[in-house]
């Protein structure tokens, strides 16, 4: 398996905390994502990077932030959490845009 | 409309018969399609791409697909369904945006195979 770790691995807090959760790849892959899997939406791109300090916006980005300061770690920020953002969060690489992805195991989070 | 569709929620198929799920896709050009397996509290795991080519895709675990450029599908199959195979099945394509290409993924479909 692609060396991705994503932690936590599950968390519960309250609405109106901040949250980040982190991606931490050991592949030296370029691209890192990140998205949400809800019942019935399956997988939406929430952010995505191209490098070091380069992202970008996916298609459900409104109340969340990322970084990426280092090739192998890319985090994502919930500024002030809502209980609409209680989901399943996963992050994926890859080594070009059109190369397939690997995921992590996802992190669990309860907002509430 | 979707870029990337599957039709159905669910497939139901007994072990030792033919599996299809099914994929349409909604993008112009020469599509990049993926397709992965996700097991229960796991990631998803890639089982196999189509850029060009041959029409005919095979991948991970016996699975294969078929690409169809007028009907604008990528159907996965596999000949011979295993119990091992229940999962959920994800098609993704990617999608041209601003220079770029974004990955955009169907809504799955649960795969049951009764022994």
């Known amino acids: 398996d692609a060396g991705i770790t994503q932690s936590p691995r599950h968390k519960v807090t309250e609405t109106g905390t901040p949250v980040t959760l982190r991606c931490h790849q050991t592949e030296n892959h370029r691209y890192m994502y990140w998205y949400r899997q809800d019942p019935g939406h399956g997988l939406r791109l929430i952010h995505y990077?191209?490098?070091?300090?380069?992202?970008d916006k996916g298609e459900v980005s409104d109340g969340y932030s990322v970084s990426r300061s280092k090739t192998e770690d890319f985090l994502l920020t919930l500024e002030s959490a809502t209980s609409s953002q209680t989901s399943v969060y996963f992050c994926?690489?890859?080594?070009?845009?059109?190369?397939?992805?690997?995921f992590g195991d996802g992190t669990r989070l309860s907002i509430l | 409309a979707q870029s990337v569709a599957q039709p159905e929620d669910q497939v139901n198929v007994a072990e030792g018969n033919p599996l299809t799920v099914k994929c349409t896709y909604s993008v112009s050009g020469n599509p990049y399609l993926f397709w992965y397996v996700q097991y229960p509290n796991r990631g998803l795991q890639f089982l196999l791409k189509?850029?060009?080519?041959?029409?005919l895709v095979k991948g991970s675990y016996g699975f294969e697909a078929e690409f169809n450029k007028s009907q604008t599908s990528f159907h996965l199959k596999k000949p011979s369904a295993l119990v091992s195979d229940s999962a959920l099945y994800f098609c993704a394509v990617n999608k041209p945006s601003g220079g770029s290409y974004i990955p955009t993924f169907g809504r799955g479909t649960s795969l049951i195979v009764h022994p």
């Open positions: 994926a690489i890859s080594q070009t845009v059109n190369q397939p992805q690997h």
């Open positions: 990077s191209y490098g070091v300090k380069d992202t």
């Open positions: 189509y850029i060009t080519g041959d029409n």
